[in-house]
RNA sequence: GCGCCGGUGGCUCAGUGGAUAGAGCAUCGGACUUCGGAUCCGACGGUCGGGGGUUCGAAUCCCUCCCGGCGCGCCA
């Protein structure tokens, strides 16, 4: 039985226990996972602020309640100590045998769908690794909340009509050829080739993870266009050019075609007709889209659907926004100050933003054009189901089937091809459903970006209030965390290994941390570091067999090793600290890292294989229960069993608080204790069958544990050797 | 200026008002002819940024000051 089901009932005991005894209703009735186990297994302070009200002893308060109190079944011993601290003892037997049992908590489902977005990189360049902390929080509260059996909704966003998209093609179109050329790493040829061969390195589908792909070259050109911008304000002008093509939204060309056009524009010296430039920026935006999803398919993060700026342009979500907003009285239109012609939203009502020196936010630009968080609203509200149009229908996308997508084990990598999971993107024809499939309309949303979009987010949820839907506003949730940044050695390294420098000034230099910037090209590539990761994990398997060669598994194994690194990495860090990256420190495979917690694990299997191999026993089996007798369960073994079943408490927190960090220092609690264990407590040596069968059932607990806390929630791979 | 976040051993970080502030790294010293040493045991190391307050009890709550970071665009 899992701890906090018998933690209910007692706290119920207790709190009935008070009333009976004081006639006084207690606040609330907490019992506390007591500090350390010669302490108890649970412990109630109720006593002490009691003692304020009742203006008794909270030692003889605790005494009397201890007198009257009905516990379940579970409680064993009741002690009072210290101050006037009621310790609980639980029945050992009975909770590992319910543990092995696999029974349930008696919790109702939530039925209530919620939806979650993470991700979102700009698909102008290569992921970085602060997009992974991003990809990586958000996966694991999706892992956390299917486990805590919530209906859940993963949604990436695709912002693929912005600046940057178009920044990319201004590179691509304007900068000179033999710069593209360096940027792809072949001779220099016309342009309309360079284009060709960029495009070459998008797959198509969903590739493979590999190194060089359209989203490095991507990488390498983009800030070569930002500095020119900053050398040359007339280079500007082109920017203006191409945003105006991609918006003007004629369409309905084939790659191929605009490639044609593309090519005779460039052979004759005139002006890209724009309906080339458009279909150019929407191959730019999907190529590193794709790019992006194989990256995260590398450690195991998969989609249910891509919603895509341009279908919520297209397809007029703002449009409807601002009709709901204009009829609510929530936006005005100022005729006069600084914000003249623009339609703002005031939020001078709203506590959090009275003390601004301007609480009006522009929504609409006096030039007509929506702002960033104008369209988030609009996309808010359809998250909700709350964009419904005058006739009462909601207003939707258009939805394709986009790929699928399996995944052989809960953290192994995301193939896409025949898999029994869709993936669906965002159309702009509202009559393309897809069978089965509803998207939105959750009653709860979280979006998943940075600390520093908290000011933008705030608006939106406070825009979705004054719509009318208080409730959908509380439960808009900004997951907020810092970013990652660079230590002054890790940018060294990545100068060092690229021959490049990027021009900092000694007082960056100084600073504890260098903010990444795709803008500047100053980062550490996603797949780059995967890619070291896994070359660093391939030497340490090879060091440490000492001799006789690579395992033929030994890519397996590193892959495994490699993500189990780095998805430990981003989740054991509290959300609100910024991330300092330092190659030393994520390459280390010992101490509190995921490789540790992957050896517990891969050990406690490796304790099965032998017992089989040497006494022909397995796993310890539900039907062996009787086999324990009534075997005492000493301290050391019962101190793991009991983390074992605190797993729902320390879920529920994890998600309560957003802070995942609680479960990572739960599972390396937990393989600490094993470790330990596995020293002291030996299993195939051990000659007495009862001790034997005792410490067979907890390390197959702790086996089975493992791969629910490990590949279920924190999504790391347990290889079967390392 | 206003707002948010951080300041905990040499370093990197945990720590839901509760009992003796915990890990990892680093340093030093140890451990198995037993299931794999990516392990384990021990030692060293802390005025929890400073000061005041609330409380039976404060790293945790309140006030104030100091230091560091971020946000407050008709940018995206």
């Known amino acids: 039985m899992p701890l906090n089901d018998i933690r209910n009932r007692a706290a119920a005991a207790l709190a009935a226990a008070v009333e009976a005894e004081f006639d006084h209703a207690p606040d609330e009735v907490v019992l506390e996972v007591a500090p350390r186990r010669d ?126 998209v178009a920044d990319v093609v201004v590179g691509l179109l304007y900068l000179p050829e033999a710069v593209i050329a360096e940027c792809l790493g072949v001779e220099t040829v016309r342009r309309d080739e360079l284009i060709d061969r960029a495009l070459a390195l998008d797959p198509g589908g969903v590739p493979a993870a590999s190194t060089s792909d359209f989203d490095d070259f991507c990488w390498a050109l983009y800030p070569l266009v930002t500095a020119r911008y900053a050398e040359d304000e007339a280079f500007k002008a082109h920017r203006a050019e191409i945003l105006h093509a991609v918006e003007s939204g004629e369409g309905g060309l084939e790659l191929d075609q605009a490639l044609q056009l593309l090519r005779g524009a460039v052979i004759a010296g005139e002006a890209v007709p724009p309906r080339a430039i458009e279909r150019l920026a929407e191959a730019v935006a999907d190529a590193n889209m794709r790019c992006h999803l194989a990256t995260m398919a590398r450690l195991g993060v998969g989609y249910d659907v891509l919603p895509h700026e341009s279908d919520i342009l297209h397809l007029g979500f703002w449009q409807r926004a601002f009709e709901l907003l204009e009829a609510s009285g929530a936006i005005r239109l100022e005729s006069e100050g600084k914000n003249a012609g623009c339609w703002v939203m005031s939020l001078a009502d709203s506590p959090e933003f009275a003390d601004m020196d301007d609480p009006d936010k522009i929504l609409l630009r006096s030039n007509g054009t929506v702002t960033y968080t104008g369209k988030d609203i609009a996309y808010q509200l359809w998250k909700f189901g709350l964009l419904i149009d005058s006739d009462g229908s909601r207003h939707d996308f258009g939805y394709r089937q986009y790929a699928d997508w399996s995944q052989e084990a809960a953290a192994a990598p995301v193939s896409y091809g025949d898999g029994a999971h869709r993936l669906a993107s965002t159309s702009s024809d509202p009559s393309e459903r897809l069978e089965g499939s509803t998207f939105g309309a959750a009653s709860r949303v979280y979006n998943v970006i940075d600390v520093r979009q908290s000011y933008p987010q705030k608006v939106v949820k406070e825009a979705v209030r004054v719509l009318g839907h208080p409730q959908a506003a509380d439960a808009s949730i900004h997951f907020a965390y810092e970013m990652v940044a660079l230590t002054p050695a890790a940018v060294r390294v990545i100068e060092e290994r690229s021959g490049t420098s990027f021009g900092l000034s000694d007082e960056e230099l100084d600073k504890a941390y260098i903010e990444m910037s795709g803008r500047r090209g100053i980062g550490v590539r996603a797949d780059e570091f995967l890619d070291v990761l896994v070359d660093a994990a391939e030497d340490a398997i090879v060091d440490r067999l000492q001799g006789g060669g690579a395992p033929v598994d030994v890519a397996d194994r590193a892959s495994a090793i490699a993500v189990g690194a780095l998805r430990y990495l981003m989740a054991r860090q509290s959300r609100n600290r910024v991330l300092a990256f330092d190659f030393d420190e994520a390459l280390a495979f010992e101490g509190d890292t995921g490789p540790y917690l992957q050896y517990s694990a891969v050990r406690a299997s490796k304790i099965f294989s032998k017992l089989m191999e040497r006494r022909g026993e397995g796993r310890f089996g539900g039907d062996e229960l009787d086999k324990l007798g009534d075997i005492e369960i000493p301290d050391d073994l019962w101190g793991l069993v009991f983390e074992c079943a605190r797993r729902r408490d320390v879920v529920e927190q994890s998600v309560a608080n957003l802070e995942f960090s609680l479960l990572a220092q739960h599972v390396h609690n937990l393989a600490q204790i094993f470790h330990r264990l596995y020293h002291s407590n030996p299993v195939v040596p051990e000659k007495d069958a009862t001790l034997r069968a005792l410490r067979r059932a907890v390390f197959t607990l702790f086996d089975d544990e493992m791969h629910v806390l490990l590949e279920e929630l924190l999504g790391i791979p347990i290889p079967e050797e390392m």
């Open 39 to 164: 302490l108890g297994d649970l412990a109630w302070p109720g006593a002490l602020p009691l003692a304020k009200v009742l203006k008794r002893a909270p030692r003889q308060i605790a005494e009397a309640v201890a007198a009257r109190v009905e516990w379940p079944a579970e409680i064993v011993r009741v002690e009072i100590a210290g101050p006037g601290f009621l310790n609980l003892w639980l029945d050992r037997n009975m909770v590992l045998s319910g543990l092995l049992l696999n029974e349930r908590s008696h919790d109702e489902d939530n039925a209530e769908k919620t939806v979650v977005e993470h991700t979102n990189i700009n698909p102008n360049k290569a992921a970085h690794i602060g997009h992974l902390r991003n990809a990586v929080l958000g996966d694991v509260l999706v892992r956390c909340l299917r486990h805590l059996e919530n209906e859940v909704e993963t949604q990436n966003y695709i912002d693929d009509t912005g600046v940057q």
